[in-house]
């Protein structure tokens, strides 16, 4: 036990490895900053979309959610045949 403390001690006090974390969490750190999404929605989409369903009166919202409800029904009949 205590020779597997000692190459752990030895391991994680290696500048080496700390050198080499470091440059790993820089380059995924440049990574996620320069490079978008390509299947993400960018803010301003939900922006729009918030927009309009706050500005839609209860009549509007009752409208949607039956035409969410009818989509839903054909998604989950499509689901039941596919099976």
Known sequence: MRTFQNECVKF????????VTAFFLLLNAVLLYTWELED?????AYK?????????????????EEQYN???????DYDEYDG
């Open 48 to 64: 729009k979309a918030y927009t309009y369903f706050t500005e839609q009166s209860s009549d509007g919202m009752t409208e949607l």
């Open 12 to 19: 994680f006090c290696s500048p080496m490895i700390w050198a």
């Open 70 to 76: 009818q989509v839903q029904g054909v998604l989950f």
């Open 40 to 44: 993400g929605v960018p803010a301003e």
